[in-house]
């Protein structure tokens, strides 16, 4: 790559090496490789220029570096894909033909749902059969379909080994409730294989839907990330219906869930776009000055009673020095008489 500086190399490399980044860990990588601190304006163009000119590089053998969001956390991610998906390509990967067809499953159970819940449970996935996979198997002399012998003893403890490893990998995700989802490597390698298999598109960023939210209509398709969701209806003056039909968006949606996520990051001292009003927050100052002013009370009872028993300390060390003067005043007056 003689049109690409030890910079651009080691953008590359870091990627190659840890896998797909982190939006804010990629750039402060980026700052510290370019010498520049991260910055609007000019600096975000410049950055727009090192991906370009790296992209520019990589195609010649068949790479990009890409960024795309996880649709689980809404995060963008950074990280280096092959754009050619064939037999060669094949050659490089770690997984046997088995798992690649398992892996195959799996994402279109989840490309595939309607409801675009963007998960499938952990026994939905052990019971996915590889001879249902499009393509795999060949044609005996009889014209019925044979499945390999690999296919067909590829157990559920192997699957489940997989499930695992694919997860480390990052190509699937874990979710609670024993769930399965795609991983953030999933997005990045598997957006022209979405498109090819009329996997809906965000009405908002015209990726995927693979998770998202979808309108109630029954006869519109229209499909949402939460993340869009949050970023169209957060103006107070934006109208809350289908972007398609115009169907009002229900109240019960992942957008009140993406409000209340916004109210945390503003307790967090983050900043939000809902600046709602808080009703009680006068009776929780009053609370806070009540408890206050007990605490001091029970601080003031507290010395009160302490300094009770150091005064009766007090009292008991004089009368006890008493007579221990009066000793040492019949001493002196002994030795004088001597």
């Not at 005996?140 to 499945?147: I, L």
């Not at 598997?190 to 990726?207: A, G, H, K, P």
């Not at 209340?260 to 900043?271: A, M, Q």
């Not at 003031?300 to 150091?310: C, D, K, L, M, Q």
Request: charged share 30%; proline share 4%; with cysteine.
């Amino acid at each position: 790559m003689p049109n690409l500086s030890w910079r651009h190399q080691a953008l590359i490399q870091t990627l190659l090496s840890r896998g797909p980044l982190k939006e804010d860990e990629f750039l402060s990588i980026f700052a510290v490789v370019s010498g520049k601190k991260q910055a609007s304006g000019s600096k975000e163009r410049e950055f727009s220029d090192y991906l370009l000119n790296i992209n520019k590089e990589l195609a010649f053998v068949q790479f990009e570096l890409r960024g795309c969001r996880n649709q689980y956390d809404g995060k963008v991610y950074y990280g280096v894909v092959n754009t050619v998906a064939d037999e060669q390509a094949k050659l490089g990967t770690k997984y046997t033909v088995p798992q690649i067809a398992f892996f195959k499953g799996i994402i279109e159970a989840i490309a595939q749902d309607t409801t675009a819940s963007g998960c499938i449970t952990n026994i939905d996935a052990l019971n996915i059969r590889l001879e249902n996979q499009n393509g795999i198997g060949s044609q005996s002399p009889s014209g019925t379909s044979t499945v390999p012998y690999a296919f067909k003893n590829f157990t559920i403890s192997q699957k489940d080994k997989t499930i695992d490893e694919l997860v480390q990998d990052r190509w699937l995700c874990s979710i609670p409730d024993g769930k399965i989802g795609l991983g953030v490597r999933s997005f990045l390698d598997l957006r022209s294989w979405f498109r090819s298999n009329d996997v809906t598109s965000c009405e908002i960023c015209n990726e995927a839907g693979v998770k998202a939210e979808l309108c109630q209509k029954e006869d519109c398709n229209t499909r949402i990330h939460r993340y869009c969701l949050k970023k169209k209806f957060s103006q107070r003056m934006a109208e809350k219906v289908c972007p398609s039909c115009g169907t009002e968006w229900p109240s019960g949606s992942k957008f009140e869930e993406a409000k209340e996520d916004e109210g945390e990051e503003e307790d967090r001292g983050e900043p939000s776009q809902y600046q709602a009003a808080e009703p009680s927050s006068a009776g929780m100052r009053k609370k806070r000055r009540s408890v206050k002013s007990e605490r001091v009370d029970t601080v003031g009872e507290g010395r009160h009673r302490t300094s009770e028993p150091v005064q009766e300390l007090r009292r008991t060390t004089r009368q006890t020095s008493e007579p221990v003067q009066e000793l040492k005043r019949t001493t002196r007056s002994a030795a004088q008489r001597r």
